[in-house]
Every structure is written in structure tokens, then in C-alpha cells.
């Protein structure tokens, strides 16, 4: 074999390896829109916040250590984690709860989805990145699309005062997300392997959370429930542990807004979960509008890393 067609074959290799990335975030976390609200009810937020990434960071230190992963970290890398863990894990979900507390779930799917706009905004602040042309235009493809998508949801939303600090929470989350995309860059940059980078991430994020709890008065409590526990099984195992590995290896591969660009994706999935639990029904709108966001998917992927 050639040189030239060896490095075609592993050219081929890792962008499908790339695509089985992104479609396992997207179901996973688009699934977890839905489980979200499963938590609701006996336990605070932010006491099911501290169950789900505890239980998730325990497990990525327990994953570092059987494979032999250093987990000793630098001081620039320990800050790039404390940086992404108090942006994304704390602050980022926290206000996603919250907003889910005042606002349906797919409006919240849908303002999120902004997240593929403003990542490329502040990596060009803070780096200096120049997305091409193809990068905006699929971000924007991915918002219209999902606007599309849940076009039925917005306009039949009661947009009273509560919901509307439901939208503007998940405006303040999707701000502290893209923060947490730096924070994950600075990590990449010091050389930090992507698990130990996440494990130390989540646990900075639950160490943050506890001490809002308590400073707070916060509650507690565990639901003894089936739809509480697994739900929370769910949040931990597959919508923290394995998404956030493979959407940082993503971001590390591929560029941040490419894999921010997941915000986009999962609406669909979150509708399509809607459908079988809550009775949602599709009209010509919202299937053209997954048209639009995996025309945006197919756009991102051929834009090259800046």
C-alpha cells in the first residue's frame, strides 16, 4: 500500500470516527434534555447537580487509574480545570435547571442552540480565531433549523414573566458554557490528557456546587423513585462521563465550534423524545428544520481546524 493511500485510509478512518462522536453526544445529550426533568420534584437542583457529577467525576478517576492515566496535573492545567468546572459544571447546569424549573424543555433546547454562535464569537475575542465563511453559515443553518424545529413550542409557550427569566437563565448558561470551551482549550494547550482534564473539571464543578449548597441552606435529600434514579444513571454515566469525553476529544480533533455545533443536533432527538413520552407530533416545519440543522453538520465537517 502506498503512502498516499495509507494516509487517505486513516484520513477516512478518524472522520468516521469523528461522525460516531458527534451522533453519540447528540443522542446523548439529547436524551438528557427530557431526563432533566425527571429530577424535579423532592430534590433540589442543585443537591441532583452534585449526585450526578460526583458520581461522574468518580468515575472518570476510577477510568484514569485502570488505564494508568497521570492524574497529577500542573498548576496551569489544575487552573484550566478549575476554570471549565466552575463555568460549565456549576454554573452552566445550574442555570440549566433553573431555567427548566420556569420554561418547557424545548424552549430551552432551542435557546441553547445559540451556543454554536457565540463559541465562535469568544474564541474570536479571546484567541484571535477566524472562522471561515462555511463555519458562520453552518451555524447559522443550525439555529434556523432549530428554530423550524420548535417553531410550534415557541409560539405556543406562555412567554409570562417566569418564562421569560427561564430564557434568559439559559442565555447566561450558554455564555458560561462557551467560557468553560475556553477554559478546555487553555487545558488543551497545557497538555493535559482529555479524561484527567474532565475528572478534575467535574470535580472542581461538584466541589462549587457543595459549597452553594450549603452556604445556601439547600436540602439533603434523595427520591427513592425509579424514574429519579435511573434518570440520574443516565445524567452521570452517559450524559457526563461519556459525552463530555468524546465532545472534548471532538473539540481537541476537530475545532470547539465544530463541536459546539452539538447544541444544534440534540434539539431534534429532544422532540423525537417528546414524541414518544409526551404525545409531541412533527409538522412540515420542524422536519425541514432537521434538514437545515444536518445540512449545517455537513458543512461544519468540512471545515478545517483554524
Keep these: 500500500m502506498s503512502a498516499d493511500a495509507a494516509s487517505a485510509g486513516a484520513a477516512a478512518k478518524a472522520r468516521w470516527a469523528d461522525v460516531a462522536a458527534i451522533a453519540i453526544c447528540t443522542l446523548a445529550w439529547g436524551t438528557t434534555w427530557y431526563a432533566i426533568t425527571l429530577q424535579f420534584g423532592v430534590v433540589d437542583p442543585v443537591i441532583s447537580l452534585v449526585y450526578r457529577f460526583g458520581l461522574a467525576s468518580a468515575l472518570l478517576f476510577a477510568w484514569c487509574a485502570f488505564r494508568g492515566e497521570t492524574l497529577v496535573l500542573t498548576r496551569a492545567q489544575h487552573g484550566a480545570a478549575l476554570g471549565t468546572g466552575l463555568c460549565n459544571f456549576l454554573l452552566n447546569y445550574s442555570l440549566v435547571y433553573w431555567a427548566e424549573e420556569r420554561v418547557t424543555s424545548a424552549v430551552v433546547a432551542v435557546v441553547f442552540a445559540a451556543m454554536a454562535f457565540t463559541n465562535l464569537v469568544i474564541f474570536r475575542l ?55 470551551n475556553v477554559f478546555a482549550r487553555r487545558g488543551e494547550v497545557a497538555g493535559v490528557g482529555v479524561a484527567a482534564f474532565t475528572a478534575w473539571g467535574m470535580g472542581y464543578g461538584v466541589c462549587g456546587l457543595v459549597l452553594f449548597a450549603l452556604a445556601t441552606g439547600k436540602a439533603w435529600a434523595f427520591e427513592p423513585t425509579w424514574g429519579y434514579a435511573l434518570s440520574l444513571l443516565h445524567l452521570s454515566i452517559n450524559g457526563s ?35 414518544l413520552f409526551e404525545a409531541k407530533t412533527w409538522g412540515l416545519a420542524a422536519l425541514g428544520g432537521v434538514a437545515l440543522v444536518l445540512a449545517g453538520q455537513v458543512l461544519l465537517l468540512r471545515v478545517k481546524r483554524a
Excluded: C, K, N
Design 126 to 180: 479571546v484567541f484571535g480565531q477566524r472562522a471561515p465563511l462555511l463555519g458562520w453559515l453552518a451555524a447559522g443553518l443550525g439555529v434556523l433549523g432549530v428554530g423550524f424545529l420548535s417553531w410550534e413550542e415557541l409560539t405556543s409557550s406562555h412567554m409570562d414573566a417566569r418564562a421569560l427569566s427561564g430564557i434568559g437563565l439559559t442565555l447566561a448558561a450558554v455564555i458560561a458554557a462557551s467560557f468553560g
Design 241 to 275: 462521563v461519556v459525552a463530555f469525553l468524546l465532545y472534548f476529544g471532538l473539540a481537541r480533533r476537530r475545532g470547539y465550534g465544530t463541536a459546539s455545533y452539538i447544541s444544534a443536533l440534540t434539539p431534534p432527538v429532544a422532540m423525537l423524545v417528546s414524541s
